[in-house]
């Protein structure tokens, strides 16, 4: 690649892989270059008393470079021949804005960006929105009839917005073609071969969203309260996702990228707050948020499926696909007559799976859809408050999750699985928390109450890797929704006459408590941390005694 036309367009080169060359020495050699051109327009003007114009014209030009000749790609050249070539990008934005007696109030903007990632004549993308406002309390008739409601405002808006990245990759529309290659032909020949790096795709458009959106803000009681409330809904069409369904004789081995996909996202998130005087020493803060959020994947991409379980159209993104477990085997008899499990052999006290397609063999045609958010919650939410009792305020905040789903099937919960290396969490140590045989437990002193329970947390106890016991199955499935105790602040405000003299206004001193307390399912280890295992350290509480002085 060696870098642009006067046209803009792409100048290629041949590249010929290079023979008998030593990269045991590394240069290290990086440099970086940006250049960025802004112009903005800004137009307002009040006509009258009632009419109120605004306008923004918006333009912006960049371009950068930056280049890594330190690059141990397997594409070594291809990767540092692309970076040569300037990152450039083109952008204008506008907007016409009116607005009526600051009662209706209506917005029309719109964006045309170019980039360099599609081929010429998709480069650029158009996206219009509209947004309008209604506020209903600056009518006299509110006052007269709703005087509690000092402000009310409706709004709501719709648009288009675009999204040209595609996984990292530049010029995903051209061929990665590599020569130089060799390869056997016949007894001993050897001819030179052509190797396909990347199949290009010409047709590769902009990525849409069509964002909605209505609101609400009001307060309350002079002011005393407020609110905000917005719901979204957010349509995705034309994602980038490698292409599958190719015929195997058109020979590809690294598909292209192709606008096939589409998502539905929609919700709600806001916030209130509500101050009050409870004696007249004592006010009292109350305020609260949430954030709910869900969506529903319209197309996805995949090889033919012969079972509609195995289908992500249809269902959320982020689905977890994994085993349904029915059980533990009970005997050897129910080993025998059940459907063939495909990882080694299994024994009473093992986990058991349905055989969803009923073909008599477990295997990956039967794994289905077990869980949803295991990254992500659905819901998010927090509330807290303040007391304030003449100079001594006490504050408190809440944090909680709605459903989030995590699993255990690693090392923590499962004995000897690494052999004589590893740990096991301590709430696992016991043996009535697993499938014990009846004539185990009768040898070693244990309630024969326990054994062979259907209901054990764990399967049987083995020596070594069981590869049947860990399949991904809704028997690890854990919940790991939590609300804690996030912080409680402790504050009294210091004034007197010594304080006066010394030129002090105050003295604020303040105990600090974090990560209180958490209420939770999962008790093993922390519900917010990362690590299901219990491996790492659990966050921490903190208690600081802070000064403040104020002058």
């Avoid at 005087?147 to 990245?165: C, M, P, Q």
């Avoid at 990759?169 to 990665?176: A, E, I, T």
Wanted: hydrophobic share 35%.
């Amino acid at each position: 690649m060696q870098g642009r036309s006067n046209r803009g367009e792409l100048i290629t080169r041949e590249s010929v892989a290079a023979t008998n060359q030593s990269f045991y020495s590394l240069t290290n050699n990086k440099q970086f270059r940006r250049f960025q051109f802004e112009s903005t327009l800004n137009y307002d003007r009040v006509f009258g008393t009632n009419h109120r114009v605004g306008g923004l014209a918006y333009f912006n030009l960049s371009d950068q470079q930056a280049t890594d000749q330190n690059s141990d790609d397997e594409n070594k050249d291809m990767s540092l021949s692309y970076a040569m070539i300037p990152k450039r990008y083109m952008r204008m934005t506008g907007r016409v804005a009116y607005g009526y007696k600051d009662t209706y109030m209506i917005d029309f903007n719109f964006g045309y960006t170019g980039t360099e990632n599609f081929m010429p004549g998709r480069q650029f993308g158009f996206f219009p929105s509209i947004a309008v406002g209604w506020i209903p309390t600056s009518y006299n008739w509110a006052e007269e009839h709703a005087s509690w409601l000092s402000f009310l405002k409706f709004r709501a808006s719709y648009g288009t917005v675009g999204n040209d990245r595609i996984g990292g990759q530049r010029f995903p529309y051209l061929n990665w073609v590599q020569t130089g290659r060799s390869s056997l032909w016949g007894a001993s020949s050897q001819v030179e071969t052509v190797n396909i790096l990347r199949v290009g795709a010409d047709n590769l458009v902009w990525e849409k969203a069509l964002k909605a959106n209505f609101g609400v803000d009001g307060h309350l009681f002079n002011n005393a309260g407020s609110f905000t409330v917005d719901f979204f809904r957010d349509t995705r069409k034309g994602i980038f996702q490698k292409r599958v369904q190719v015929p195997g004789y058109v020979g590809l081995i690294n598909m292209p990228y192709g606008n096939v996909g589409s998502m539905v996202s929609w919700g709600s998130d806001g916030n209130a707050s509500y101050t009050f005087n409870l004696t007249k020493d004592v006010n009292v803060t109350l305020r609260g948020n949430y954030t709910y959020s869900t969506n529903k994947v319209l197309n996805y991409e995949k090889t033919y499926e012969t079972y509609p379980y195995k289908e992500y159209t249809g269902l959320p993104n982020e689905i977890t696909y994994g085993y349904q477990c029915i059980g533990f085997f009970k005997d050897e008899a129910d080993v025998l007559y059940s459907p063939k499990q495909s990882w080694g052999t299994v024994m009473p006290g093992d986990l058991k799976y349905k055989d969803m397609n009923g073909d008599g063999v477990i295997d990956d045609e039967d794994r289905v859809p077990i869980a949803y958010k295991t990254m992500f919650p659905m819901l998010v939410y927090g509330f807290g408050g303040q007391i304030n009792y003449k100079q001594l305020s006490v504050g408190f905040l809440f944090k909680g999750t709605g459903k989030v789903d995590y699993f255990r099937n690693n090392t923590g919960y499962i004995p000897f699985n690494e052999g004589e290396m590893g740990n096991i969490l301590v709430q696992f140590q016991d043996p009535s928390t697993r499938w014990i045989p009846r004539w185990y437990a009768a040898e070693h002193g244990i309630d024969v109450s326990l054994a062979e329970n259907q209901n054990a947390q764990l399967p049987r106890l083995q020596y070594g890797a069981n590869t049947n016991n860990r399949q991904l199955s809704d028997f690890w499935k854990g919940d790991a929704r939590y609300l804690r105790l996030q912080e409680v602040t402790v504050n009294y405000n210091l004034k007197n006459d010594f304080l006066k003299k010394a030129n002090i206004a105050s003295v604020d001193i303040q105990l600090v408590g974090n990560n209180l307390y958490v209420w939770d399912k999962v008790k093993v280890f922390d519900p917010e941390q990362a690590n299901k295992v219990g491996t790492v350290y659990p966050i921490p509480s903190v208690y600081s005694l802070q000064l403040y002085i104020n002058f």
